[in-house]
């Protein structure tokens, strides 16, 4: 009688279990058949009604039942929780084609960056960095670099001068030159001498009022044209590329001789020809040149003794050629339309 | 410089192509910039006009007749070479005063000759535009072909008649073999002066391709009357005229000059004017001697008021105080007391080596010419010329250096092409007056100096063929070359600039590339760049963009910092330009904020959010001496909201405050390893009150941090609700205080125990001065004290605020008791009781 009280909760559970289909009914149904008050263990509780002959049989089959309600039960709790999951997913997808959240990433200003390639380059070709002031006087900028006053040489520098006489806006970092062999004479030098510079110019899209150069210095006892040529290719093919090809020319400096320009084979169309290196296949990178005897004199160097060469370069050029930049405005307008791109 | 190649292959062989040339002379030094062909085929414009070698020939024009049916236009009978003579219908006006003179192969008049199919530019169209020769009925004739105009052939825009080629040449002769030309367009730099000429520039192509150089014909024929006669030359000033060339050419016919003449002279860059000026133009372009004309009679009429019979009296001197000079360009011009002038006894006559004056002009009734070849100081020269804002040829080159040699042969020269183009008679005699000679000093070079300097090994007998290629006298004397420099140059001091000579010569691209063997010398890093470019970095990891703006500025920009009181954010004087190129940009900067902030206003058109930064100096007028102070400052600049908005979610947007700059701060402290950062409530006009820190660090101050005050907002112009954050800090305090070497504590293996505490203070007392007096009660068992919220309101009594703090209580030896936390804890809270008045809220 009991026994078949037990048999038919079994089936009639068991049926219940498979239509189960969420967490909340299944919990509900393992509360009424296998919870505390739930109809097995009710039953199971009714053993002790049983004569002795029949409750080896009947606790058996209660035993059997419970195990198998049990594994019946976490069966279907896998099956329900797994199509739930499932369920919950298909419902909160992304639309991952949607741009994903940009958090502000810092960047260093194009000018920062280029300079410090060439810092890099240099430092690793035994050159340190030797910085001097932008505001200077006509001595240091033009006369102690074989410039004296009123000499036609001074054309090619177009000088902000101030309200005080004789000082003015450096117009290239060759001041520089005087101010580090001053330091260290009678030592060997090789340094880099970046900063600002200054000249009066109208400002388009090719010329600025304010620009950063980079001048390079190399004073010792055995400094050849060879030397200049030989270091200044280094550089060339660390900064440009190993197969870049380059050429010097004879130009004039006041505080070189001889003197001496470096070209680079334009990089936009590889020699060919283009606009930007306006059909010749090559682009002014910079000018050089053994120091002069007198600015080597103005020093504290013996010419008899010494030599050096010395080199400036300009690292926006540089980048507006790396590039592709075509207004140096872009530089201190700051656009960040422009910045963000580096 | 412009070089037409035809004119220069009067002096040099050409042994190369054009563009090897160009490359050669580049190299050299003498930059070629362009090459401009005309006729001929070359060069990277494939729309230029390149002439029909079969279809444009040169024409001989044997007869002009009348056209039976048009009173403007005639027929000419042209022999081409082709079979038969050609008939060509032309209106050109230069051809009418042949008409009906019959037959006139005689006068040999050619002329280039278009025939049927030849490309041309049309005469008849503003600027060049390409026609094909097509034949047509003109005025019942039938024409196929055409005499063309210089505008027709490309070579000027002339139109006004047909071109007539001076000289005897063969009809049929393609004419690009006669006209065909490409000019070289040269870079003259400082130094080359003397290549700012044909000649010049012929003896360098002669030294670098091995060539021989021709010189133009130096001599005169004079059949006049003695000069000396006729003009007499003083100075006071040696030292700024060392040398004074005059000849008088009397009966010189104002005509056009020669056609070839002004052929080049066009090519050259130069409008032909008349015969006598056109000649003066072209000596100077040809061997580089600036030479003037002055009206002879002019001068003339007014010596016979200061000495009558006697010759003019020419005389160089400085102005008189108030002397005046109106030039040929109709300018009058205050003169410069170091202005070198060409005067007679009267009145200045020319700015000497730069321009001639109005009155003594030679004009149209001109017939006696007085021609001057002179030297000039250059340096007094491009002084002149800087100060009176004139330009012109013959300064540009007497600027730069124009040997006193050469001022004879120039005089000589320009006389002789007047007698043979002019029709003049050259006075005899040449007064020249040349008191101070230049000397040029034997310089001594060794092979050793040339390798030394220039790394090249040559031999003695190398270096000296390679200088004499270029007109310098070398003595071998063994050991050593002796060497002087030819007339023509003055750029040559000292041995070294021999070594460039040497070098251009042997060509900088044979110049071998080494390694320097020479001592490397001490390394020594840069301390102060190394450390702002490493607060850079860390600034760049924090999320700021670099920003590098004008270090130029004006007062007004600046003062817009400080709105209420309007005055210059420090109290010394700014570095101001005398000579601003624009009103935005007229003095050295007192502060990196003011252009920031301006930056901040250009992008909040496309940008709600930013982060900047910038590094760089400021500049303080010295106080002792003349130059500035140059200070290093950053400057830190936010607004916008915390994040730019993203498309998947509508979170509420927080903008970022003063908090978050300070935080950036905060963090860049921790990372160069300065600590004793602190904040102080300050006021600052340039910041909002009650928002505005002063930064210290042990009690020096290092910057300002503050919300802008709204008015500084509005005044740069920046759109927008979100505050704006700023600080600009003093590096020059800064920087120095970032130890070389820092030690790290050891992490402890016993557990922390967290403890919190609220407080209730005085809503006025700073957090940092609670955070203090925590700090020091707690003792070396409190790690770490963090305040993590504030809180006013209910049920906080008004004038109170809560603060509450998590504890890390930490033993680097051992676990700590509860009773010790205890302890540690009653201790801090009693110090708070005791200073602040603080209570604990949970009490």
């Given amino acids: ?342 | 410089m412009r070089v037409p190649l035809s004119w220069l292959k009067d002096y040099v062989d050409i042994t190369t192509s054009i563009e090897e040339l160009a490359e050669k002379l580049t190299i050299a030094g003498l930059e070629v910039t362009e090459i401009d062909y005309v006729g001929i085929p070359g060069g990277r414009d494939l729309e230029r006009l390149v002439w029909d070698r079969d279809k444009l020939v040169v024409g001989q024009i044997l007869e002009v007749k009348p056209h039976p049916d048009a009173d403007r236009l005639v027929l000419a009978v042209v022999d081409y070479g082709g079979d038969e003579e050609e008939i060509v219908v032309t209106g050109a006006p230069n051809l009418f005063p042949y008409l009906g003179q019959g037959d006139l192969s005689r006068l040999e008049l050619y002329s280039p000759f278009a025939l049927e199919g030849a490309t041309l530019y049309d005469g008849h169209q503003e600027g060049q535009v390409k026609m094909k020769l097509k034949g047509r009925q003109l005025r019942g004739i039938y024409n196929r072909c055409m005499l063309c105009s210089e505008k027709e052939l490309g070579i000027s825009d002339e139109h006004e008649g047909i071109m007539i080629l001076q000289g005897k040449y063969q009809s049929g002769t393609p004419v690009q073999d006669v006209l065909g030309d490409a000019v070289l367009e040269i870079d003259i730099i400082p130094n080359i002066a003397r290549c700012a000429s044909i000649v010049g520039v012929a003896r360098e192509v002669a030294a670098l391709t091995g060539q021989k150089l021709r010189e133009p014909n130096y001599e005169v024929l004079q059949e006049g009357p003695p000069v000396n006669k006729l003009v007499r030359i003083t100075t006071d000033e040696p030292e700024l005229n060392p040398r004074f060339v005059a000849l008088v050419i009397e009966g010189v016919e104002q005509k056009p000059s020669p056609e070839w003449m002004q052929r080049r002279l066009r090519l050259a860059g130069q409008r032909p004017i008349n015969v006598v000026v056109d000649i003066s133009n072209y000596v100077m372009l040809e061997m580089g001697q600036p030479n003037h004309t002055f009206d002879y009679d002019f001068l003339r009429r007014r010596a016979d008021q200061y000495d009558p019979g006697g010759p003019i009296h020419i005389h160089t001197r400085l102005p008189e105080k108030g002397e005046r000079l109106t030039t040929l360009d109709g300018i009058t011009h205050e003169l410069p007391p170091f202005t070198i002038l060409v005067t007679d006894p009267v009145n200045p006559l020319s700015l000497g080596g730069i321009m001639g004056g109005v009155d003594s002009e030679i004009n149209d009734r001109t017939t006696n010419v007085l021609l001057e070849a002179a030297a000039w100081n250059f340096i007094n020269i491009r002084r002149s010329m800087v100060a009176l804002k004139i330009n012109s040829e013959a300064g540009f080159r007497f600027s730069r250096g124009v040997h006193p040699s050469q001022a004879l042969l120039g005089a000589k020269r320009a006389a002789e092409l007047m007698r043979l183009y002019a029709g003049g008679t050259v006075a005899q005699g040449i007064v020249d007056y040349y008191p101070n000679k230049p000397w040029q000093s034997p310089i001594v070079l060794t092979t050793a100096e040339v390798k030394r300097i220039g790394g090249i090994d040559l031999s003695q007998v190398e270096i000296k063929r390679l200088l004499e290629s270029l007109e310098f006298k070398v003595d071998d004397r063994g050991d050593h070359l002796v060497v002087v420099s030819p007339d023509h140059r003055m750029d040559i001091e000292q041995s070294q600039d021999l070594v460039e000579e040497v070098c251009r010569m042997y060509g900088y691209d044979r110049i071998p590339e080494t390694e320097m063997s020479d001592t490397l010398p001490p390394q020594r890093s840069n301390i102060g760049l190394d450390r702002e470019e490493n607060i850079k970095d860390l600034l760049v990891q924090l999320g700021m963009q670099e920003i590098i703006t004008y270090r130029l500025t004006t007062p007004e920009k600046e003062a817009r910092l400080l709105p209420v009181i309007k005055s210059q954010p420090d109290d010394r004087p700014y570095i101001t330009l005398a000579n601003p190129i624009t009103v935005e940009r007229v003095t050295m900067r007192h502060s990196l904020l003011a252009s920031l902030l301006d930056i901040v206003a250009v992008n909040r058109r496309f940008q709600e959010r930013m982060t900047f930064f910038e590094i760089g100096q400021i500049y303080l007028a010295g106080e002792e001496g003349l130059l500035p102070d140059e200070l290093q400052r950053l400057a830190l600049v936010m607004t916008g909201p915390h994040i730019d908005p993203a498309c998947d979610g509508d979170r509420e947007q927080e903008g970022l405050n003063f908090f978050d700059l300070k935080g950036v701060i905060e963090d860049l402290f921790s990372a160069i390893h300065i600590s004793g950062l602190a904040a102080e409530a300050a006021s600052h006009p340039t910041f909002r009150p009650g928002r505005t820190a002063r930064l210290l660090v042990n009690d020096r101050q290092i910057g300002w941090l503050g919300e802008l005050h709204p008015l500084v907002v509005e005044v740069f112009g920046i759109h927008g609700d979100w505050p704006v954050i700023a600080a600009e800090l003093d590096l020059e305090v800064i920087l120095p205080l970032i130890p070389d070497e820092f030690q790290v504590r050891a992490v402890s293996a016993y557990p922390a125990v967290l403890e919190d505490i609220a407080l209730i203070v005085d809503r006025g007392i700073p957090a940092a001065e609670v955070l203090n007096i925590i700090d020091k009660a707690g003792g070396y068992l409190l790690q770490k004290a963090e305040l993590f919220d504030v809180y006013e309101g209910n049920p906080i009594p008004r004038g109170k605020k809560s603060l509450a703090y998590h504890l890390t209580f930490q033993s680097p030896d051992k676990t700590l008791t509860d009773r010790v936390v205890r302890k540690n804890r009653e201790r801090i809270v009693k110090q708070l009781e005791r200073q602040l008045g603080a209570t604990l809220r949970d009490a």
């Fill in chain 1, 1 to 342: 009688m009991m026994l078949e009280q037990l048999n038919d909760t079994y089936q009639r559970s068991l049926d219940q279990l498979q239509n189960a289909r969420t967490s909340e009914t299944l919990e509900t149904w393992y509360r009424q058949t296998l919870g505390r008050k739930g109809d097995v263990t009710q039953l199971t509780r009714q053993v002790g009604y049983l004569g002795p002959e029949d409750r080896p049989a009947f606790g058996k089959r209660v035993n059997e039942v419970k195990k198998e309600l049990e594994a019946a039960y976490q069966q279907q709790l896998v099956k329900v929780r797994t199509a739930e999951l499932e369920a919950k997913m298909a419902a909160d997808g992304l639309d991952v084609t949607l741009p994903g959240r940009r958090y502000s990433r810092g960047r260093l200003h194009p000018a920062t960056q280029t300079l410090r390639e060439i810092y890099r380059i240099w430092g690793d070709m035994g050159f340190q960095i030797y910085r001097s002031r932008d505001v200077e006087t006509d001595e240091f900028n033009f006369e102690l670099l074989n410039i004296p006053e009123h000499h036609p040489a001074r054309d090619l520098w177009d000088t902000f001068h101030t309200t005080e006489p004789g000082i003015i806006l450096r117009t290239h970092t060759s001041p520089g030159q005087i101010h580090a062999m001053r330091e260290y004479c009678p030592e060997p030098i090789r340094v880099i001498l970046p900063g600002m510079c200054y000249r009066y110019e109208q400002i388009t899209a090719r010329s600025e009022i304010q620009f950063n150069q980079v001048e390079g210095l190399a004073v010792g006892k055995s400094i050849s044209m060879a030397d200049l040529k030989g270091t200044l290719a280094d550089f060339a093919k660390r900064m440009f590329g190993e197969e870049r090809k380059i050429r010097f020319r004879a130009s004039y400096f006041p505080f070189t001789e001889p003197s001496a320009e470096m070209d680079v084979e334009c990089m936009l169309c590889n020699g060919d020809g283009c606009q930007v290196c306006q059909y010749t296949g090559w682009l002014e990178i910079l000018g050089c040149g053994m120091v002069h005897p007198t600015v080597l004199r103005n020093g504290g160097y013996d010419p008899a003794v010494y030599s050096g060469f010395a080199f400036g370069l300009g690292p926006e050029r540089i980048a507006m050629l790396k590039y592709g930049i075509e207004d140096i405005r872009l530089f201190w307008g700051n656009d960040l339309r422009f910045l963000e791109q580096f």
